[in-house]
């Protein structure tokens, strides 16, 4: 990007830009080539290279420069080898970038995104995705292919786990903060790494829930709905974007020239670089656009994708297709430059080991500061859903409590899905945070009672949920009956969530429905502790259950975290990111749907837009959340009830703790554009405040929005507020709101 100098307001040069030209004019057409060729590591690192062909192909390329950037290669000493082989063998000596999955976490993993997204506390995000970049890089990781910043309605798809749920506004807010946290404020910090925004675009919206599945969607939710987090990543900085897998109206996003070009490249005027998914370029192949990955190279580099992450089409291709005149060379230069620019940034030109530290590794990763993070994301992440009775917090002593279910004992599964270096069983169970509570002195008995899976757990096989063995209903039987309180994990392994992890059924597997309903017979005082990836469907739980804790898949100090909510050391304060449906056949559900032409029953007329068999309605919806306390919503004041474009509209409402304890709430904002140029969402979140407010005292709260709050992407293809009517909401979550409504005037 070009610099004004204040002083004369001539244009002056980057400097990266002018290194990255210089660079460039020294290189040859088969080296461009190689900075846009991504291989994943296929031996250790530290260790000679096997003899096996591929590999020994793979070594000869990254020593002559035809390699810009290498996969899972991790590890100070790992990261340091590998960099040499590209800087003292090629001609040019360009360092290599590596990347690697670092989605909530490296060695310290935090609540997994979804449930970081329900802290409603960007910061947090923020921090937490600072901390990983800190670790990451103290192990030689320059690159995270990181945020999710995909919006999803559909519990079905199994990475909806990733991102930040179901809502633009929110979704916007937590790419922009893992953004700033990962990249700091200077990228050129060995304390930080380049994040990558992804998928671009629409890979959340796959049809019936199934990974790598078709996208067909409207212009008015791409650009309303889709696009929007993904702005507010681009505008942070993101160094990369990744392709999604999907087509979008039967065009391969990674070959999309208007999702990349004309949008990203061209409307955004995003400098930065794009690499595709893992093989998507090949796979251009696969959805039946090209026939071979020559056309699939040629029709990816054309559409504005700069880097071939393990397709091999690039390096095998792109120089041929440049001598037949089939691509202009312009846009190899162009993509190489993209490249060659982040690494500039990075650093890596002025020092290419300088990431690769081994003492600083030690020292940084899992320390004890970035566990107490990690704590305190984790109880910031769970959702309060039932408390009947104030059943919870449960008294510090004189209570027997029978804690049962696999996933008590699980130190595994609250790790999550997508845990990069994560050691395998290192996480706080729930039962042993629960021991491990200083202050509580009650009976505590285990019994796992019912298990969850057959067979091993695994990241690369199907789970068998299959499970026939009863054996420890009788015992969990004989403990509830004798136990004051029964504290239950239920939910799902960690990889039962995750790619490749998409369901037709989100229901509880395996045999916990039934043994919820044996210890519920004997001890109708259960307590379920609900780990999961995603929305489940809960049944007769959600009935019968005393308490419900929402806990996700939380990190390494799950355990912990949870028993401090237990026991009220600390009050829950989440609220749902995304709405929990009744039964899975109302997936996909979301809050801030259309009103459809026939939304209300008239007098018993069938003839509306329901389902026979279910409510329409979901069991959570967006925005919900309990706490150890009540809150009561004063009326709605608006200091004017008409706006022009160049005024504001302030809402306020005061917020009263009536109950017996001090809490937090997230005071949320939406509104409905009543009459538009296009339908617009019945509800829209377009802000929210987390306040905490002592026993008896209330709090002013105040909004101020702005015609741009009221702005879309409307009939006439452009992003503008309309004159009209508005209704505005302000709740404790999207269903339970109180009303107002104010006019917005030429």
Same mark, same amino acid.
């Given at each position: ?21 210089? #660079? ?71 360092? #290599? ?31 937490? %995705?600072?901390? %990983? ?41 937590? %790419? ?48 309303? =709905? ?23 109206? /039967?065009?391969?996003? =990674? ?91 990075? /650093? ?74 994560? &050691? ?9 945070? &629960? ?64 790619? /490749? ?246």
């Amino acid at each position: 990007m070009a610099k004004v100098d204040a002083t004369n307001n001539s244009v002056k040069p980057d400097p990266i830009d002018v290194k990255v030209d210089s #660079l460039l004019k020294l290189m040859t057409l088969q080296e461009k080539i190689g900075q846009l060729n991504q291989y994943t590591s296929q031996w250790e690192m530290t260790g000679p290279a096997p003899a096996a062909e591929d590999m020994q192909n793979q070594l000869e390329q990254i020593k002559t420069g035809m390699v810009g950037s290498m996969l899972n290669v991790t590890g100070a000493e790992a990261t340091r080898e590998a960099q040499k082989l590209a800087v003292e063998n090629s001609r040019l000596g360009i360092p #290599l970038v590596f990347g690697y999955d670092v989605i909530h976490g490296y060695r310290t993993l935090f609540p997994i995104p979804l449930a970081e997204a329900a802290s409603w506390e960007p910061a947090l995000a923020k921090k937490s %995705a600072s901390i %990983a970049a800190k670790e990451a890089s103290a192990a030689g990781i320059h690159w995270t292919f990181a945020p999710m910043v995909d919006i999803s309605r559909d519990a079905r798809w199994g990475r909806v786990m990733e991102g930040a749920g179901e809502d633009p506004y929110l979704g916007s807010l937590f %790419a922009a903060a893992r953004v700033k946290g990962f990249q700091g404020d200077d990228l050129s910090s060995t304390s930080t790494v380049a994040a990558c925004a992804k998928h671009f675009a629409a890979y959340g919206f796959i049809e019936a829930g199934r990974d790598y599945n078709t996208v067909d969607i409207s212009d008015n939710t791409l650009h309303n =709905t889709v696009l929007p987090p993904f702005k507010a990543a681009a505008d942070a900085g993101a160094a990369s974007f990744m392709n999604a897998f999907n087509v979008i109206g /039967g065009i391969p996003a =990674t070959m999309n020239t208007y999702l990349l070009r004309d949008i990203l490249k061209g409307e955004w005027g995003y400098d930065g670089m794009v690499v595709s998914d893992w093989n998507s370029v090949g796979e251009i192949v696969n959805h039946g656009v090209a026939p071979n990955k020559k056309e699939a190279a040629k029709l990816a580099i054309i559409g504005g994708c700069d880097m071939d992450m393990e397709g091999r089409c690039y390096v095998d291709h792109l120089e041929e297709l440049v001598a037949e005149g089939t691509i202009d060379e312009a846009l190899i230069n162009d993509a190489a430059g993209r490249v060659l620019k982040m690494k500039f940034e990075l /650093g890596l030109f002025d020092d290419p080991y300088q990431y690769s530290n081994v003492e600083r590794e030690k020292e940084v990763i899992l320390s004890a500061e970035n566990l107490a993070v990690a704590r305190d994301a984790a109880r910031k992440s769970i959702v309060l859903l039932k408390n009947e009775g104030e059943v919870l917090p449960l008294a510090k002593n004189g209570l027997s409590i029978a804690v049962m279910g696999e996933l008590a004992e699980d130190k595994d599964s609250p790790i999550g899905s997508w845990r990069a270096s994560a &050691i395998p069983n290192s996480a706080v169970s729930l039962i042993e945070g &629960i021991k491990a509570n200083k202050e509580q002195k009650n009976d505590i008995q285990f019994t796992q009672g019912v298990r969850l899976i057959d067979g091993e757990k695994s990241f690369v096989k199907e789970l068998n949920f299959n499970i026939t063995d009863r054996s420890g209903f009788e015992e969990a039987k004989v403990l509830a009956q004798k136990s004051d309180v029964v504290v239950m994990a239920l939910g799902e392994n960690c990889f039962q969530t995750g790619e /490749g992890r998409s369901q037709t059924d989100i229901r509880l597997k395996g045999l916990q429905m039934e043994f919820f309903n044996e210890i519920y017979a004997v001890n109708p005082n259960i307590v379920v502790v609900l780990m999961n990836g995603r929305p489940v469907v809960l049944g007769e739980i959600a009935e019968k259950a005393k308490a419900i804790l929402e806990v996700w898949h939380l990190g390494l100090e799950s355990g912990n975290a949870i028993a401090d909510v237990l026991f009220g050391d600390f009050a829950p304060s989440g609220k749902l990111p995304v709405s929990f449906p009744v039964v899975t056949g109302q997936a996909p559900i979301y809050y801030n749907h259309l009103s459809t032409g026939r939304p209300d029953n008239g007098e018993g007329n069938v003839f509306w837009s329901h389902y026979t068999d279910a409510p329409k309605v979901p069991l959570y919806p967006f925005g919900y959340g309990l706490t150890y306390t009540n809150f009561e919503y004063s009326d709605i004041s608006l200091d004017k009830d008409q706006i022009s474009f160049d005024e504001l509209v302030k809402v306020t409402v005061q917020v009263k703790n009536t109950g017996k304890r001090e809490g937090t709430e997230v005071v949320q904002l939406y509104i409905h554009d009543l009459f538009a140029s296009v339908a617009r969402p019945v509800k829209e979140l377009k802000a929210f405040k987390k306040v905490t407010i002592p026993v008896g005292e209330s709090k002013e709260v105040t909004f101020s929005l702005t015609p741009q709050d009221l702005a879309f992407y409307n009939i006439d293809k452009k992003w503008t507020a309309e004159p009209g009517d508005f209704k505005v909401f302000v709740g404790t979550n999207s269903r339970d709101v109180k009303e107002s409504q104010f006019k917005l005037v030429d």
